[in-house]
């Protein structure tokens, strides 16, 4: 299948619907303008580009907007390595915000030790002053 086969099918697609090229443009987060010419003669590294989202936008599957299996199989691979390569980095992100989940925590524990000690210290210290009061002779009055 080729550019103007896939573009045909996507035309043709939409008007089973009964969407606009203005709809499909607006949904797809671009101009009308730019959206026209996916379906005209220009825009071919657009579509190859968001065929996933046409697709969905058409409530249709990849393969069945590009009929070439060649075609399809490729856009499909290709899509299938770019998100195996985000999900990779996410999960590389992932690990990092875990760890440093940990740090923060291990630091809100030592914190929490701290706080503790302080007031540790603080009845303390009350209490050594009430004892001290307690034995003056009435020096306070």
């Not at 103007?4 to 101009?31: F, P």
């Not at 440093?100 to 050594?128: M, S, W, Y």
Request: with cysteine; net charge negative; charged share 40%.
């Amino acid at each position: 299948m080729n550019d103007h086969s896939i573009k045909k099918a996507i035309r043709e697609r939409r008007k089973e619907l009964g969407r606009t090229q203005a709809w499909m443009a607006e949904q797809l987060g671009i101009e009308e303008r730019t959206y026209k010419l996916v379906e005209s003669y220009g825009g071919t590294r657009m579509i190859y580009g968001r065929m996933e989202d046409i697709a969905r936008l058409l409530d249709t599957s990849l393969s069945d907007l590009v009929e070439d299996e060649p075609v399809a199989s490729s856009l499909l691979k290709d899509e299938r390595n770019a998100y195996e390569s985000r999900l990779a980095d996410l999960r590389l992100e992932l690990a990092g915000l875990r760890d440093e989940t940990d740090k923060l925590r291990r630091e809100v524990e030592r914190l929490n030790g701290c706080i503790d000690d302080k007031d540790f210290v603080i009845r303390h210290l009350r209490a050594e002053i009430d004892r001290l009061k307690t034995s003056l002779p009435n020096s306070a009055e």
